[in-house]
């Protein structure tokens, strides 16, 4: 699923959003820590193979099974996971906030790269 990662105009806040294949990405987007329309998305390589220089919501751990997602459900309560396994989205985690990546990073051992200062 491909991630696109946003800035804001007005408080420099850097999110990122997940799209399906098959949908159109916004270039503007209403920032979630402001509430202003001054999010505009960022040129970006694919999240698939790189190093990190900014973390993004999560790194992908889609599940197979319906107990690996009910494990997630029940590890991870912030973390929206989609139940439905005729949906194309069954088993992928969302982060939509940094308690929710945090739980999800402590329940699949992935760690956080932070850019350097």
Same mark, same amino acid.
């Given at each position: 699923m491909p991630i696109h990662e946003y800035e804001c105009g007005n408080c420099s806040h850097h999110w990122c959003e997940y799209y399906k294949m098959s949908s159109l990405v916004a270039e503007r987007l209403i920032c979630p820590k402001c509430?202003?329309?001054?999010?505009? &998305? #960022?040129?970006?390589?694919?999240?698939?193979?790189?190093d990190f220089a900014k973390p993004i919501q999560h790194y992908s751990c889609a599940?197979?099974?319906r107990a690996e997602a009910?494990?997630?459900?029940?590890?991870?309560?912030?973390?929206e996971i989609c139940m439905d396994e005729a949906s194309e989205m069954f088993g992928v985690p969302i982060s939509r906030n940094q308690?929710? &990546?945090? #739980?999800?990073? &402590?329940?699949?051992?992935?760690?956080?790269k932070q850019a350097p200062k």
């Open positions: 509430n202003l329309n001054s999010g505009v &998305k #960022q040129f970006s390589a694919s999240h698939t193979y790189r599940v197979m099974t009910e494990a997630i459900a029940r590890a991870c309560p912030d973390v308690t929710a &990546k945090e #739980q999800l990073m &402590k329940f699949t051992g992935y760690i956080d």
